[in-house]
């Protein structure tokens, strides 16, 4: 019997769970994790009993064995490969982080430097993408730009398509950590219609982000070293964050022998969305929404109202009913932030911060652990740094590559993965006969 059929899980089997239906007892095995909750293996129940198992949301179901992030939502804990959040924003890089999710270990000097060196050279895009820019329109989502060019790189490097060589899984992550930031440059520069910038090698990550953002062609710009601190922080903080819908859906699209070009996109799809990454550029809409400090109270009120569907956007997080250790972070970032650009009394800034006084006091938010989440400061710390809120869930697309990267490395290079295919509860119609159109 091969490795990979012997058990579900490579984790040990402690105890089991037994489930009483229709009569009959059924006993799964049950696997402990390094930390957080144990589960029970259910792969076998529809052979054993007919029935499956019913989550929609995920709610209570594992979709996956990983390594690679650990969150306790209770505790506010967020840890990539054992590394607290907070310690690698302070002390790591963008990219030592990047190594650490896709090899599992930090880098030491001579890796560190060639991981660095190897991400610089990949930076530049193939230049006939520069037209498949040129054929959306000017005022199109820098998603949807995202979304195209990711997939399109497919198109380009044909040499790192093949899913089950190694050796093309690996260039292609460095092809997408590395290009990602230029595509996301582009996507904006596109947008104002102004020439395109091509990558430094001789900048760091963030600050060739940043450069390739704001510099142009007329003038010498130098990126703020502050502001290139801040950027390297928040692509940190949004790097991964274990199995998120994106993430989830990079994994669902790659599970069928996906190229990672195209599950990139795929996650690019999900993250879109404004319960999702989409939640950073939805609080700068509703901040100006709210507008002044003395319309709080009314639209707090709003809030509350079941009917209104209105919600404090940059609250409330699936997984984390406790402060959100990434909020934590950016926080005190935001205020470095304000503090070097002199926008210390940004209006914005006034109404977040009033809004989370309310909410951490208010019985509402307290009672239903609605805390805020790393979108709530992201989208100021971007607008104070000059991007446009179209570009906030582009730059944590750019991010989050890394995180759904390293995800996609860990399925594949697992021999037990297999073709993601869940089931449902069909409630649709019995069967009927066809009736012609001229009869119905
Ligand atoms: N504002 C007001 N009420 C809220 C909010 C909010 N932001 N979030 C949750 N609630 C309330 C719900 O109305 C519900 O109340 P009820 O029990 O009286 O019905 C309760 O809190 C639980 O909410 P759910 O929707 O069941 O929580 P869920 O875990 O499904 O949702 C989510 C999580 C989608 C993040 C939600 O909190 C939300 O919509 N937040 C605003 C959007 C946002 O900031 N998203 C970013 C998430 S972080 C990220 O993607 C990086």
Not at 33 to 59: C, H, N
Not at 100 to 110: E, F, I, T
Not at 179 to 197: C, D, N
Request: glycine share 6%; net charge neutral.
């Amino acid at each position: 019997m091969a490795a990979q059929e012997k058990k579900a899980s490579s984790a040990a089997s402690t105890r089991q769970a037994t489930l009483a239906v229709d009569g009959k007892t059924v006993t799964f095995p049950v696997y402990d994790g390094v930390e957080g909750p144990s589960v029970f293996d259910i792969s076998k129940l529809y052979a054993e009993t007919g029935l499956f198992t019913f989550d929609s949301g995920f709610m209570s179901t594992a979709s996956c064995e990983s390594k690679i992030t650990f969150i306790d939502g209770d505790a506010g804990i967020l840890r990539y490969r054992g590394y607290d959040i907070d310690m690698l924003a302070e002390k790591s890089d963008f990219l030592e982080v990047s190594y650490l999710l896709l090899n599992g270990d930090l880098p030491n000097v001579a890796q560190k430097k060639e991981f660095d060196r190897t991400i610089t050279l990949h930076t530049m895009i193939h230049e006939q993408l520069h037209f498949l820019y040129r054929g959306f329109p000017r005022a199109s989502h820098p998603m949807a730009v995202m979304a195209g060019a990711a997939a399109s790189l497919a198109a380009f490097y044909h040499d790192s398509l093949d899913v089950n060589d190694v050796a093309q899984r690996e260039l292609s992550a460095f092809r997408l950590i590395a290009k990602m930031p230029t595509l996301a440059a582009m996507a904006y520069k596109y947008s104002v219609g102004q020439p395109f910038i091509y990558p430094q090698n001789d900048m760091g990550f963030a600050e060739n982000f940043l450069n390739m953002m704001f510099a142009t062609p007329c003038e010498k710009y130098t990126v703020n070293p502050v502001l290139a601190r801040a950027m390297d922080k928040i692509l940190i903080l949004h790097a991964d964050h274990e199995q998120n819908a994106s993430t989830s859906t990079v994994r669902m699209a790659g599970s069928s022998g996906a190229n990672p070009f195209a599950c990139m996109s795929a996650g690019i799809a999900s993250l879109w969305g404004p319960a999702h990454g989409g939640a950073n550029e939805a609080v700068i809409n509703m901040l100006r929404e709210i507008g002044d400090v003395k319309h709080i109270p009314e639209f707090i009120t709003k809030v509350k109202d079941k009917n209104s569907n209105v919600r404090l956007m940059g609250f409330g997080h699936r997984v984390y009913k406790n402060y959100d250790p990434r909020a934590k972070v950016l926080r005190s970032t935001l205020e470095e932030v304000l503090a070097e650009l002199g926008k210390i009394d940004e209006p914005l800034l006034k109404i977040a911060i009033e809004l989370e006084r309310i909410a951490l006091s208010d019985e509402y938010f307290v009672s239903r652990k609605l805390y805020p989440n790393v979108d709530f400061y992201s989208g100021i710390i971007y607008r104070a740094m000059g991007i446009p809120s179209k570009m906030f869930t582009v730059l944590f697309a750019v991010a989050r590559t890394a995180g759904w990267i390293a995800q996609w490395k860990e399925m594949m290079d697992d021999p037990k993965n297999k073709i993601a295919r869940p089931r449902q509860l069909f409630t649709g119609s019995q069967p009927r006969p066809f009736v012609p159109v001229e009869k119905r």
